[in-house]
């Protein structure tokens, strides 16, 4: 059974997921709703480290797995309660199925719009800017996307 109060949390999040019908079993949550209670238990156990059936090592990367998970924001219960991320850096707001402001959806149409917004008429590749804020001893240019290089250089 889980000993520690952080994994009794655990195993009473995926209990609750479980019980609301959130859990999901296989990889990525491909195998559909968790029915069995006794497999919401192994789950649970699983996720808060401490699975009999696992080695120390072994629990201890999938309680590390699933503190990165709660970070993010990424347990169905933290997305279906709209809760973005805890603390988790250079991580989106919210995730896709939240359809949060910062969630970016990389369909085939959203990636030939950017295709073309980057081949825009002004004529410019970012490589070739940056060589042109690089002869003008321009600070910070290494980190500046193309727009950023087009004001640095005053070009509209």
Same mark, same amino acid.
């Given at each position: 059974? +889980?000993?520690?109060?952080? *994994?009794?949390?655990?195993? @009473?999040?995926?209990?609750?997921?479980?019980?609301?019908? &959130?859990?999901?079993?296989?990889?990525?949550?491909? @195998? @559909?709703?968790?029915?069995?209670?006794? *497999? $919401?238990?192994?789950?649970? %156990? &699983?996720?808060?480290?401490?699975?009999?059936?696992?080695?120390?090592?072994?629990?201890?990367?999938?309680? #590390? /797995?699933?503190?990165?998970?709660? +970070? *993010?924001?990424?347990? $169905?219960?933290? &997305?279906?309660?709209?809760?973005?991320?805890?603390?988790?850096?250079?991580?989106?707001?919210?995730?896709?199925?939240? @359809?949060?402001?910062? +969630?970016?959806?990389?369909? =085939?149409?959203? #990636?030939?719009? =950017?295709? =073309?917004?980057?081949?825009?008429?002004?004529? /410019?590749?970012?490589?070739?800017?940056?060589?042109? =804020? *690089?002869?003008? /001893?321009? &600070?910070?240019?290494?980190?500046?996307?193309? #727009?950023? %290089?087009?004001? +640095? %250089?005053?070009? /509209?």
């Amino acid at each position: 059974m +889980a000993e520690s109060a952080r *994994q009794k949390r655990i195993t @009473g999040r995926v209990m609750h997921e479980f019980k609301h019908g &959130e859990l999901k079993s296989g990889r990525g949550g491909k @195998g @559909g709703p968790v029915k069995s209670r006794r *497999q $919401a238990i192994a789950i649970a %156990l &699983e996720e808060a480290g401490a699975s009999k059936y696992e080695s120390k090592r072994r629990n201890k990367r999938n309680l #590390r /797995h699933t503190e990165r998970k709660e +970070a *993010q924001g990424k347990t $169905a219960q933290q &997305e279906r309660e709209g809760k973005s991320h805890i603390g988790a850096s250079g991580e989106r707001e919210s995730t896709r199925s939240m @359809g949060g402001a910062n +969630a970016r959806k990389p369909t =085939a149409r959203g #990636r030939k719009a =950017a295709r =073309a917004r980057a081949r825009k008429a002004d004529g /410019h590749t970012r490589s070739e800017l940056y060589a042109r =804020a *690089q002869r003008r /001893h321009i &600070e910070g240019r290494s980190k500046m996307t193309k #727009r950023q %290089l087009e004001n +640095a %250089l005053g070009i /509209h």
